[in-house]
């Protein structure tokens, strides 16, 4: 078990904090891949990103190429939701927030520099992400000098992040909302 309902609400966060951290450092990290869900329609669309950086205000970062439907889906409604499980600790954390996009700006050049060798070509594809193709061998078309032209930095400004334990009949499930600067728990009923 990751938390427990003998421990206060600011050593739980103090663990959910560190835990998603990790995801960014540790690349065998259950949280390293994030289900992210934006807004289409008003409906969900779900995707599974990897959790590149989070920095000391718990904004969490994923890369992205910005021509996929994401990055339109994001211009369009910012509200967005990530979920990360960890099955050996039986915990589940869902955050809520708002994303924001980088792309040619100072954040993005920065972290473009990440991004070593071959992993360039994820963001340099000729064709657009999602393009319909007769063929797969098409979708392996990239230019021959690689650029951080359609390279993207998704910003999660979390707003509401919740935990939920998982333990027989006594699960445990918690609540922080961001106040200003700082975080405001809650126990739920799970």
Known sequence: MLINAKQSLPEIWTILSHELNRGALDSKHPFRYVTLATVENNSPDQRTVVLRKVD????????????????????????????????AKRTQIR??????????NELSREMW?????????AYNSSLSPGTEITNPELAYDWPTEL????????????????????????????????????????????
Do not use: C
Request: hydrophobic share 40%.
């Open 56 to 87: 000391e205000s718990l904004n969490f970062y994923f890369f992205t190429d910005s021509r996929t439907a994401k990055v339109k889906q994001i211009h369009a409604n910012p509200n967005a939701e990530f979920l990360v499980y960890h099955p």
């Open 95 to 104: 955050v809520k927030g708002r994303l924001q996009i980088h792309q040619q």
């Open 113 to 121: 520099k990440r991004v070593q060798g071959d992993a360039q070509k």
């Open 147 to 190: 650029d951080d032209s359609f390279f993207a930095v998704l910003q999660f400004v979390p707003e509401r992040i919740e935990a939920l334990q998982l333990n027989g009949l006594t699960h445990v499930r918690v609540s922080f909302t961001k106040m200003g600067k700082d975080w405001e728990g809650h126990w739920l009923v799970p």
